[in-house]
């Protein structure tokens, strides 16, 4: 297997460069952050092919990943290039087959279970592509939950804030039944927004909103990583992934080309050059 150079994000307010590149991204040592608050090195994921003993699927086949604090990182690519299985590895929400993942300082793929979702509840927001919200909590409850997990209970007005910000203030009360898909969604990201996590992972945050909410979310998150937070968000679509400060392509369960985020155009011809090239 042919070692990667590891993508190294650039922390929120560095310049980008205006010409995207699709060959591997070496920095130089003045950019590389001392503690990247995600890291991954060589990391895999095989799944066993049901009925067949001698195949097995690569979702990662060896990624080098890391992302400084404060940045804003997409990853985009075609559906089973591995996108959704890097983020859920690096967030602890599924078993690397190989190699290790280090948020914040941390060997997390090191943790027992219980350790990890103490971790994860301390340091880390996770926005499902589906809401995950607790049906049985309210909108309120949903958005406290984090603080009772942390067992350090969110202050009232800081949830009813994140509530206010996604424009759900007159719908703490409601019950998950009771809220349509895109105010599911919201209820999701104003508990991100109240719990003030160290790392948001975000997997296709705004696939249930329309085109101004989304617009909304999407400033946010670029607000978040201002404010030092790291933001790994998988999306499909190359205008929300504009959005960030860098963009991964991924084919074939590795990172084949990134790009400078702030144009739809550039992003959505990085993803055609990639699948050019593996055609």
Known sequence: MTAQSPFTAPAAGRPAGSRPRLSRFSPSPAQTPAAPAIAAHGLTRTHAVPGRSDAVVHALAGVDLELAEGSFTAVVGASGSGKSTLLQCAAGLDQPSSDTVHLLGTQTTSLRPGALATFRAKHMGVIFQEDNLVTCLNARDNVALPGRLRQRALPHQEVDN??????????????????????????????????????????????????????????????????????????????????????????????????????????????????????
């Open 162 to 279: 994140a509530l206010a910000r996604v424009g759900l203030a007159d719908h703490a009360g409601h019950l998950p039944a009771q809220l349509s898909g895109g105010e599911r969604q919201r209820v999701a990201i104003a508990r991100v927004l109240a719990s003030r996590p160290q790392i948001v992972f975000a997997d296709e945050p705004t696939a249930s909103l329309d085109l101004a909410a989304a617009d909304i979310v999407l400033s946010w998150f670029a607000q978040i990583a201002a404010e030092g937070a790291t933001l790994l968000m998988v999306t499909h679509d190359p205008q929300a992934a504009a959005r960030a400060g860098s963009v991964l392509v991924m084919d074939s369960g590795r990172i084949a080309a990134h790009v400078p985020g702030g144009s739809a155009e550039v992003v959505s011809q990085a993803i055609l050059a990639v699948r050019g090239r593996t055609a």
